[in-house]
C-alpha cells in the first residue's frame, strides 16, 4: 500500500502536451479515477506513473520518495490493460505466475500464490486453458489475478471493462469495487465512462486535454461542478446548457435573459448575479431539476415537447422552449409530441458559469 | 460455364509458365532416363542417373560420396541461415523497440545494402576472411555469404517485431522484465513464424549460393553448387547424371519447405480483445 503523489507532472511528445501540470496527492488504500474523453492524457499518466514513460518534468513520489528514475520492476505496481494483454503463447497458470517467475520464486510458493488468486477472481478451474480459448470476461479475470499475484502497493487501471458487454461491465464494475476495498491496495482507474468512475472510485479527477479540470468525490462534482466541462461531462442525460445573460431590470430583479425566455432568479443566487449584471453566461440545470406541468403555474414558461423517450423508471422529455432545447426528466407524464407543457427550474439547483473563461458563477 | 475474361488470364497464365513447366518437365524426364542421345533426347526409363546415391561419383581424381557433400551443404547453408537469424533477430528488435541516434540513416543503409550486389565484392571478402583466418573454411562461406542477406533480413524481422501490440510489451515490463528477458519471453515466441522466415531465408540463399563457395573454399571441399559445376566442366556432358543431381539438390529445401509449412502457416493469436 502506498501514498502516491504526482507534483507538476508534465509529459511531451515532441509539440504536443500530453499531460500538462498535473498535481494530486492520493491517501493510502483511496480508489482513484481519472477521468476524461478520448485522447485527454489519463492512459499517459497511468503510464508515466508505472514507469513506461518517463516525465518530461515533474515528480512522482511514493511515499515521498522519488521514484522517477526507478526502473519499473522495482515500483511494485500491478496493471491491467484495456486489452488485457494476456501473453497468447502460454497457459493461464503460465501467465499469472509469470511476474513471480521473473522474481526467481520457488515453483511451490509460486502455485501457492497462483492459486490462491486465481481463486479469488474466480478463474481457478482455467488454469491450463490459454487467453484464445476464454471468454472476454475470463481474460478480463486472468489479468487482475496477473496484476495482483505480486501483491503490489499499487494498482493502476486503463479502462478495464471498456471491451465487456453492457450487463457485464454492470457486474464487474460491484466486484471490483468490492475487491479494492478487501484488499486495500491504492488504485487509479482510468476510464471515459462517468458512470463506472462516479460508482467506484472515492475522488474522481476529471481530466481534459492534460490538464486536471476538477477534482472532487462524486458527489462533489455532480452537484457543484466548478466549470462548463465538469458540469456538461458528469450526469447522464447530460445537463442543460443554456447561453444567458445576466439583466438587472427597473425592480431590482436579476434575469437571466435566454432571448427566447427569461429566468426569475431569487436569493442568494439573485444576489451573487446582481453584480454581474449585463454577463454573458450559461446557465446549467440538470433534467432532473426541470420542473414540467401540463398547465400553468407561477414562474413557470411555456414549452412544446420535441420528443418523448420512456426509459421505463423515469422519462426523457426533449422540450423547446422556443428555439432552445431543454431537456428534462420526469416520473410521469402523460402527453404526447407537440403537446404544450410549462416547465420551471429549481431555483436552488441551477448553476451560472462564465460563458468566457467556463468557471462557476454560482 | 467459366467467364471469358477468367479463360483469358488462364491463357495468359498458362502461356507464361511454359517455359518452366517444359524446363522441370525436362529434366524430370532427362533425370530417369537410362541415356540420352544427341543431347536432349531421352531413351529408356530407369533410375541408373540416381546411381550418385550409393555409389561415390566417378569423375576425376577424387572419389567422393555425395552425402558427405551434401552433410557440407547443409552445415553451411544452416550456418549461414542461422548467422542471419540470429542478428537479424537481435537487430530487429532494437529497430523496432528501440530508440537511438541514428536509426533512421541506419534503416535507410539497410535497404542500400540490399540493393548493393553483393558478389561484386568477392576481392575485398576474400582478404577479409584471409585475415580473419577463416579462409577456406566453411565456417568462413556461410559467415560471407550471410552477410549479404542480413540488410534485408533485419528489415523484415523489424516487421515482424513491429506487429507485436505495445500493450504487451508494457504488461512483461510492468511483470519485471528486463530487456533481454522482454525479447527472449514475449516477443520471440509470439513471432515463431517470423523466425522460421528469417532462417529460411537465409538457408535458402545460401544454399543456391555458387560464386562464394566456388571461390572462398578449396577445390577438394565440394558443396552440391560446386559439385554440379564440376560435372559441367568435364568433356562430355553427362546430361542425365546432371539432371538427376540437381533435382536431389531441389529435393531437399523443398521438403524443408514442406516441414516448415505447419509453423509458417501458424499466427499467434492475440491474448485479448479489442485488437
Same mark, same amino acid.
Given at each position: ?7 507538476n ?30 485522447g ?23 511515499d515521498d520518495k522519488v521514484?522517477?528514475?526507478?526502473p ?12 488485457y ?20 520464486m ?37 489479468a ?6 505480486k ?21 464487474m464494475?460491484?466486484?471490483l ?44 462534482l ?10 456538461g ?9 443554456i447561453d ?6 427597473e425592480q ?11 429566468l ?40 412544446e ?52 473563461t ?5 | 460455364?467459366?467467364s ?9 497464365l498458362?502461356a ?26 531421352p ?26 557433400v ?16 540470429v ?24 535497404? !542500400? &545494402?540490399? $540493393?548493393f550486389p553483393?558478389?561484386?565484392?568477392? %576481392?575485398?571478402?576474400? *582478404?577479409?576472411?584471409?585475415y580473419? =583466418?577463416? /579462409?577456406?573454411?566453411i565456417?568462413?562461406v ?6 549479404i ?16 501490440p ?34 529460411i531465408?537465409g ?26 559445376q564440376a560435372m ?8 542425365? !547424371? &546432371?539432371? $538427376? ?6 529435393? %531437399?529445401?523443398?521438403? *524443408?519447405?514442406?516441414?516448415?509449412? =505447419?509453423? /509458417?502457416?501458424?499466427v ?5 480483445k479489442?485488437?
Amino acid at each position: 500500500m502506498v501514498k502516491l503523489r504526482l507534483e507538476n507532472l508534465c509529459k511531451y511528445f515532441g509539440n504536443v502536451k500530453a499531460v500538462d501540470d498535473i498535481s494530486l496527492s492520493l491517501s493510502d488504500g483511496e480508489f482513484f479515477a481519472l477521468l476524461g474523453p478520448s485522447g485527454c492524457g489519463k492512459s499517459t499518466v497511468l503510464l508515466t506513473i508505472a514507469g513506461i514513460y518517463r516525465p518530461t518534468s515533474g515528480r512522482i513520489y511514493f511515499d515521498d520518495k522519488v521514484v522517477n528514475d526507478l526502473p519499473i520492476r522495482d515500483r511494485n505496481v500491478g496493471m491491467v490493460f484495456q486489452s488485457y494483454a494476456l501473453y497468447p503463447h502460454m497457459k493461464v497458470f503460465d501467465n499469472v505466475a509469470f511476474p513471480l517467475r521473473l522474481k526467481k520464486m520457488s515453483s511451490e510458493d509460486i502455485r501457492k500464490k497462483v492459486e490462491r488468486i486465481t481463486e479469488f477472481v474466480g478463474v481457478a478451474d482455467l488454469l491450463s486453458r490459454k487467453p484464445a480459448e476464454l471468454s472476454g470476461g475470463q481474460q478480463q479475470r486472468v489479468a487482475l489475478a496477473r496484476a495482483l499475484v505480486k501483491e503490489p502497493s499499487l494498482f493502476l487501471l486503463d479502462e478495464p471493462l471498456s471491451n465487456l458487454d453492457a450487463k457485464l461491465r454492470v457486474t464487474m464494475r460491484a466486484e471490483l469495487k468490492k475487491l479494492q476495498k478487501d484488499l486495500g491496495i491504492t488504485t487509479i482507474y482510468v476510464s471515459h465512462d462517468q458512470v463506472e468512475a462516479m460508482t467506484m472510485a472515492d475522488r474522481v479527477g476529471v481530466i481534459d486535454r492534460g490538464r486536471f479540470m476538477q477534482v472532487g468525490s462524486a458527489d462533489d462534482l455532480y452537484n457543484e461542478p466548478e466549470n462548463l466541462f465538469v458540469a456538461g461531462f458528469i450526469g447522464s442525460p447530460p445537463m442543460n446548457l443554456i447561453d444567458c445573460s445576466v439583466t438587472v431590470d427597473e425592480q431590482e430583479r436579476v434575469l437571466l435573459d435566454a432571448g427566447d425566455f427569461k429566468l426569475d432568479v431569487t436569493g442568494a443566487t439573485a444576489d451573487l448575479l446582481r453584480k454581474e449584471s449585463s454577463a454573458e453566461v450559461v446557465l446549467g440545470v440538470r433534467p432532473e431539476d426541470v420542473k414540467i406541468q401540463p398547465s400553468r403555474f407561477p414562474g413557470s414558461m411555456r414549452a412544446e415537447i420535441y420528443v418523448i423517450e420512456p426509459l421505463g423508471r423515469e422519462t426523457l422529455v426533449d422540450l423547446r422552449a422556443g428555439n432552445i432545447p431543454i431537456r428534462a426528466l420526469t416520473r410521469m407524464l402523460n402527453a404526447k409530441m407537440k403537446d404544450e407543457v410549462w416547465v420551471d427550474f429549481d431555483p436552488e439547483r441551477i448553476h451560472v458559469f462564465d460563458r468566457r473563461t467556463g468557471k462557476v458563477v454560482v | 460455364m467459366r467467364s471469358p475474361r477468367a479463360v483469358f488470364s488462364y491463357l495468359i497464365l498458362s502461356a507464361l509458365s511454359t517455359p518452366f513447366l517444359i524446363m522441370y518437365v525436362a529434366f524430370f524426364i532427362q533425370a530417369f532416363s537410362e541415356r540420352i542421345s544427341l543431347g536432349i533426347l531421352p531413351e529408356g526409363v530407369g533410375i541408373s542417373n540416381f546411381n550418385f546415391l550409393w555409389r561415390p561419383i566417378p569423375w576425376g581424381l577424387e572419389r567422393t560420396t555425395v552425402w558427405e557433400v551434401l552433410r557440407n551443404t547443409v552445415l553451411y547453408a544452416g550456418l549461414s541461415g542461422g548467422t542471419v537469424t540470429v542478428i537479424c533477430l537481435l537487430g530487429g528488435y532494437a529497430l523496432s523497440r528501440m530508440d537511438f541516434k541514428g536509426k533512421t540513416f541506419f534503416l535507410s543503409l539497410q535497404l !542500400l &545494402l540490399h $540493393a548493393f550486389p553483393g558478389h561484386i565484392l568477392l %576481392i575485398a571478402t576474400f *582478404f577479409l576472411l584471409l585475415y580473419m =583466418k577463416l /579462409l577456406y573454411t566453411i565456417p568462413g562461406v556461410a559467415l560471407a555469404r550471410a552477410s549479404i542477406e542480413i540488410p534485408l533480413g533485419i528489415m523484415m524481422a523489424k516487421g515482424f517485431f513491429d506487429a507485436v501490440p505495445w500493450d504487451l510489451e508494457r504488461a512483461a515490463m510492468v511483470d519485471g522484465c528486463s530487456r533481454i528477458e522482454l525479447w527472449s519471453k514475449i516477443f520471440l515466441p509470439m513471432i515463431g513464424p517470423g523466425i522460421a522466415a528469417v532462417f529460411i531465408w537465409g538457408f535458402i540463399f545460401a544454399w543456391h549460393e555458387f560464386i562464394y563457395v566456388y571461390t572462398f573454399l578449396p577445390g577438394t571441399v565440394r558443396l552440391m553448387s560446386t559439385l554440379i559445376q564440376a560435372m559441367i566442366a568435364t568433356e562430355t556432358l553427362p546430361v542425365g !547424371l &546432371l539432371a $538427376a543431381m540437381s533435382l536431389f539438390y531441389m529435393a %531437399i529445401p523443398l521438403i *524443408f519447405f514442406v516441414i516448415l509449412q =505447419k509453423a /509458417l502457416l501458424k499466427v499467434p493469436v492475440l491474448g485479448g480483445k479489442g485488437l
